[in-house]
Nanobody, 127 residues
């Protein structure tokens, strides 16, 4: 397992942008990495995922066209660029890691496949 630490969350106005980062303690070159969020009083929700090659990227419908996931394997880091932020994007954002050397064959939106999680970073979108 790898240990994950998120950063970049803060208070931002509607329509603004943020870039979240998640740094892993070890090599992530064979890991699918995903971003999830949990708003107050709600269940954890899938946001985006990327396989280790970067050839497969998945997004929740609610963020398509606004959020972009990317990764830098040399820096053991996954990013989430969030644009055109809305109040409903307010949540604690966490990253998860799932070891998958093939990069395929799993539903990356299924939280049960992830075996490492970070503690999260708070994003607040103010209107």
């Amino acid at each position: 397992q790898v240990q994950l630490v998120e950063s970049g969350g803060e208070l931002v106005q509607v329509g603004g942008s943020l870039r979240l980062s998640c740094v892993a303690s070890g090599r992530i070159s064979e890991y699918t990495l995903g971003w999830w969020r949990r708003a107050a009083g709600k269940e954890r929700e899938f946001v985006a995922a990327i396989n280790w090659r970067g050839s497969i990227r998945n997004y929740a419908d609610s963020v398509k066209g606004r959020f972009t996931i990317s990764r830098d394997n040399a820096k053991n880091t996954v990013f989430l660029q969030m644009d055109s932020l809305k109040p409903e994007d307010t949540a604690v954002y966490s990253c998860g890691a799932h070891r998958n050397p093939s990069g395929e064959g799993f539903d990356n939106a299924d939280g049960q496949i992830y075996d490492s999680w970070g503690r999260g970073t708070q994003v607040i979108v103010s209107s």
